[in-house]
């Protein structure tokens, strides 16, 4: 008898707990991004190296304090891609972090999928956001756009532990 109690007790205790770490996973720490109707949506100019702001409408974003790669954000602009990749640095890398399933306006899969058969442009947004994480924002012909964090190299042999690239500037101090 006693063993029947423990063995379901174990059981019950792994369920539980597994659906707590879903649940902080998936949708515990996000929060809603208020926007301030300037500086929610930017992209970097080509000429001047500074995040420029454009014009956009219907902004939707989540962000976390847990991460700084779980930013993800969704919007439509009234400005040609066209002339936004004549304006602004574009990058051939980029490819969408996955969102949690609620955020449903972003689907990576989608977005990277239209970046591949170049139905898509990718902007470098802000770079560093933090150290070692750029803002990456990618907008199609019909003028929905999405934006995410990522690591950019320098973070990636930062936060590996590994000598940074002479081209990388040093790491903040830690406090």
Sequence with gaps: MTGKFLAGFIVICGLIGGAAMYYLQVYAYYE?????????????HKNTGESTPIAYQQFKAIDSQSS?????????????????RDTFVVILDAVPLHAPGWFDCFDAEDIGA???????????????????????????????????????HCGQKAFDGKKLP???PPPPESE
């Design 32 to 44: 809603d991004v208020v926007p301030n109707g300037t500086s929610d949506v930017v992209l970097i």
């Design 68 to 84: 700084p790669i779980r930013y993800r954000a969704c919007f439509s602009t009234s400005v040609p891609v066209e002339k936004l």
């Design 166 to 168: 002479s081209d990388c």
């Design 114 to 152: 239209s970046i591949e058969m170049g139905n898509a442009v990718a902007f470098l947004s802000v770079k560093d956001v933090i150290y070692g994480i750029d803002r990456v924002t990618t907008i199609l012909p019909d003028g929905r756009g999405f934006a995410w964090n990522r690591i950019n």
